[in-house]
């Protein structure tokens, strides 16, 4: 008869799926199982043994651990996801802890793993299976699974109830399975939201907001409107795929600009906003925006802008429903919705580039030196604190009677924002509000890049005409000189040479590169009746040439003026 070692023996029983105990063990238990088999503890859990050669197996056991644990993990784009309280800065320097998603890293998801099952490992010497730590491995393979979890869809987190983009009530606290949306009221307890309100109702309601900020200065009605948009935006923002920047300018510091915001941010989150720097360049606002965007952030806030506000990831977060954005200390990208409701101050707040069509702005102009020392008999922030499901309950009742009016079109919706317009818009303006788009004209035109831009095809068209011209050619033109009987040289042309190192300027001079690629990026682009058109090319060079007169830009402005008088009703 053949010897058979201990190992062959123990190598037989676990093939044959035999437990491996000591006889006599007196730790040893009646086995129990769970509906896959695997032996149990009393406390429920799963146990998962490690194999040698069964990764896919057992990170599969792992997953459908942590989700039978219910331990609060969501899958949010291509990361894993897990809400925690989290201090951050608010206005008027104070920390607070809120809401926000934590990016999982494995660490953390092999410490996760270890609570939701019971990990067991064979030790050959004592011969039998023994409790251990889920390996690190098992958690990074886990992690790495994108576009394979089972973890249920996180979309956002609210705390307040809301409407789903089909009109309905979102009101019970816990994960919602047909929106991704985590409810959790932290305590709270709101009224009833009427499931069928009429247009009286809905007026009532808003009056009830309009008192909330009617000691505010707006300029016109229209300013108004954009502060009321705030706060119903804020309400629903993760139902609507796109919204646009609401802004909030004065003309000196103290008018109570970031009081609205936090009146907004109050209502939807129970907090004051938590507040971003617009930052010194664009990178610096795109790693402070990517961040507040990875963690899920109800409400971003950029506070005190003295530049004009714009740039890449600013435009596409409003218009784009996911980005993928930058994980910080890591060399990935991460792909996450972008729902958020973003707004911005500043004195004198401008708006450049592609986002003056995704702003709307209102204006406060208190007509004091000093508006920082008036004093006022009502506090707005403690009226909300003291009634803050009534304001959301007011808010929601404008929207959810609208929605059962059926959503009359009252304007033609705005581009890349049709949802918001046709809702949260449409609705101020069926309850008699002014339209908050009106805004945007005035946006338009201190637009600096529209101004420069205006600037160069004017002087452009001054001095050359309409006669093509290569990028060379016009920096020679502008830099034209005559000499003085007595004296240094002047510019011929000093408007036009101007006007291109706004647009082109390095170290003094004008650069032909950046002119190229500047002139490149606004061709066909019509303004005041003119555009710039690429003429010819000849030996590698384009040409350039002016299109369009001053009779066109008249008849240009001219169309402008009626469409702000038919938007102005």
């Not at 499931?195 to 000691?215: N, V």
């Not at 507040?275 to 806030?301: F, N, P, W």
């Not at 609208?402 to 046709?422: C, I, K, M, Y």
Request: proline content about 6%; glycine content about 8%; some cysteine.
């Amino acid at each position: 008869m053949r010897n058979i070692t201990v190992g062959t023996l123990f190598w037989l029983a676990r093939s044959h799926g035999w437990r491996a105990e000591k006889p006599h063990s007196p730790s040893a238990k009646p086995a129990q199982t769970d509906h896959d088999g695997h032996a149990t503890e009393d406390d429920g859990r799963p146990t998962i043994r490690i194999y040698a050669g069964f990764l896919p197996e057992t990170v599969d056991k792992a997953e459908g651990a942590l989700m039978q644990a219910k331990l609060g993990y969501y899958q949010r784009g291509s990361i894993v996801v897990r809400p925690a309280m989290v201090p951050v800065d608010v206005s008027g320097g104070r920390i607070v802890a809120v809401p926000r998603l934590v990016d999982v890293n494995a660490h953390h998801m092999a410490e996760a793993l270890t609570r939701a099952a019971r990990w067991e490992r064979f030790d050959k010497r004592a011969e039998e299976w023994l409790r251990t730590d889920c390996p690190h491995r098992i958690a990074e393979t886990f992690l790495a699974r994108e576009g394979q979890w089972r973890l249920p869809v996180l979309t956002g987190m609210i705390i307040s109830p809301t409407l789903r983009a089909d009109g309905s009530i979102l009101d019970l606290p816990g994960y919602d399975t047909e929106t991704g949306l985590l409810f959790d009221p932290k305590g709270c307890r709101f009224p009833v939201i009427p499931r069928d309100p009429d247009r009286a109702m809905a007026l009532r309601a808003l009056g009830f907001l309009k008192d909330l900020i009617s000691t505010f200065p707006f300029v016109t009605e229209a300013d108004r409107a954009v502060a009321l948009s705030a706060i119903l935006t804020a309400l629903i923002r993760r139902s609507l795929p796109t919204a646009p920047l609401h802004g909030f300018s004065a003309p000196t510091a103290g008018s109570w600009k970031s009081m609205l915001v936090d009146l907004a941010a109050t209502i939807a989150t129970s907090r004051p906003a938590p507040v971003i720097a617009q930052g010194k360049s664009e990178e610096e606002m795109e790693k402070r925006l990517g961040a507040s965007l990875l963690a899920g952030d109800t409400i971003i806030a950029i506070d005190n802008c003295e530049d004009a506000l714009g740039g890449e990831l600013l435009c596409q977060t409003m218009t784009q429903t996911s980005l993928k954005v930058r994980i910080l200390g890591k060399s990935i990208n991460a792909e996450v919705p972008s729902n958020s409701a973003v707004f911005a101050t500043g004195n004198n707040l401008k708006f450049e580039g592609d986002m003056t069509r995704r702003a709307i702005r209102a204006t406060l102009d208190p007509g004091v030196e000093r508006p920082e020392l008036r004093a006022f008999q009502r506090k707005p922030l403690a009226m909300v604190t003291d009634a803050r499901g009534d304001y959301v309950a007011a808010g929601l009742t404008v929207l959810r009677a609208f929605f059962v009016a059926g959503r009359p079109e009252q304007r033609t919706p705005l581009g890349s924002f049709e949802d918001w317009s046709s809702w949260v818009r449409d609705a101020l303006i069926w309850l008699g509000e002014a339209d908050p788009c009106q805004t945007m004209e005035d946006m338009r035109g201190a637009d600096p890049k529209l101004e420069a831009l205006t600037t160069v095809l004017e002087q452009w068209h001054a001095v050359i005409g309409e006669a093509p011209i290569s990028v060379r050619e016009l920096i020679d033109r502008a830099a034209e000189q005559r000499q003085q009987m007595f004296g240094k040289a002047e510019f011929i042309h000093p408007e036009l040479r101007e006007s291109l190192l706004v647009v082109a300027g390095e170290g003094g001079a004008i650069n032909s590169r950046r002119l190229g690629k500047w002139i490149g990026g606004n061709q066909n682009r019509i303004v005041g009746g003119r555009k710039i058109i690429g003429a010819t090319v000849s030996a590698g060079n384009a040409r350039w040439q002016i299109q369009g007169g001053a009779s066109e830009g008249s008849r240009s402005l001219e169309v402008s003026e009626t469409v702000r008088c038919r938007a102005n009703g």
